[in-house]
Structure formats: structure tokens, C-alpha cells
């Protein structure tokens, strides 16, 4: 014969063991919002700049992209109100490239970054020979005792060091 369904009767000590479970998994899930949220935000970003940051050209160095060869000629430091800082771009390109200046910045030894202000290139740089870009930069806004470091081209996107310490 056929035997009637069997039902299953909960022990208590089985219950409390079930209770124990869900009080650690819901301590797991908030200690992982707490401990997450705050590394995802301030963890996350430098570690991604360790594999992702754009990069550092030493002084007297050269930086080769797409046929594109940009180095830092010079850099001069106007001391007259207000601040001014000119720096000179040599270029040489295998293809006509043009020069974007939105997001072009200097980054200072204190402070923020300071913008481009003005700019003297052509529309389009011509295949061959040197070329020439020079960026100003008023620090007028800058603290006294900054000093600049580098500059930051976004396209290509590098960094060319000023100083010999900052590479």
C-alpha cells in the first residue's frame, strides 16, 4: 500500500541554528555597505590612476603618439602682476593634427590646477617639419610661493614634467 505524505515537524535546535544564519548574513550585508560605499568612492579612483593615468614625460624627453612627437622646448616665469607662465611645445606630426585646447591645464607645486589662458598655433599642424605651440598661463589666482610643475595636454592625453624633481 501506498504510505500517506510525510510531514516534516521543525525542531526547535534546528530554528535557532536557521536564526543564527540570517542575523550573520544581515551583519554581512550591512558591514559590506559601510566598509564598501567609502572605498568604493576614495579607494577606487587612485588605484585607477595607478593602471590608467596618463604619462609623465621627463624634462628634456619627448612623448611619441600616432605619428605625433610633442616635447617641451621651453618655459618662462613672468614675475610681473599678475603671474604669468609661458610654456613652448615643439611638434613634429606624420598626419595634419589639430590642436584642442579645451581641458589643457598646469599643474602647480601648491594649489590647484591652473587653465589655459591663451594659446599661439595654427588651426591644423601640417605634416613635416618642427612645429610650434606656445601656451600661456596667468597664475593671478595662484599662491605666491607656487611654482610650476607640469602641463597636461588632454589630446594626446600626457603629462610633460617642468621641473627635474617631478618625474
Do not use: C
Amino acid at each position: 500500500m501506498t504510505e500517506p505524505p510525510r510531514r516534516r515537524v521543525p525542531v526547535a535546535a534546528e530554528q535557532s541554528v536557521r536564526e543564527e544564519r540570517r542575523g550573520f548574513f544581515r551583519i554581512a550585508a550591512i558591514l559590506g555597505v559601510v566598509i564598501g560605499i567609502p572605498l568604493g568612492v576614495l579607494g577606487i579612483p587612485p588605484l585607477l590612476n595607478v593602471f590608467f593615468d596618463e604619462p609623465t614625460v621627463p624634462v628634456n624627453g619627448a612623448h611619441t603618439e600616432d605619428g605625433l612627437t610633442i616635447w617641451v622646448e621651453s618655459y618662462d616665469v613672468d614675475e610681473g602682476p599678475p603671474r604669468a607662465v609661458t610654456v613652448t611645445l615643439g611638434l613634429r606630426t606624420a598626419e595634419p593634427w589639430a590642436f584642442d585646447p579645451a581641458a589643457v591645464e598646469m599643474e602647480l607645486s601648491e594649489g590647484d590646477h591652473v587653465p589655459l589662458e591663451s594659446y599661439v598655433a595654427p588651426d591644423v599642424f601640417e605634416v613635416g617639419p618642427q612645429g610650434t605651440l606656445v601656451l600661456r598661463f596667468t597664475l593671478a589666482g595662484a599662491d605666491g610661493e607656487a611654482e610650476p610643475v607640469a602641463v597636461r595636454l588632454p589630446e594626446p592625453k600626457v603629462r610633460f614634467a617642468l621641473t627635474e624633481e617631478d618625474h
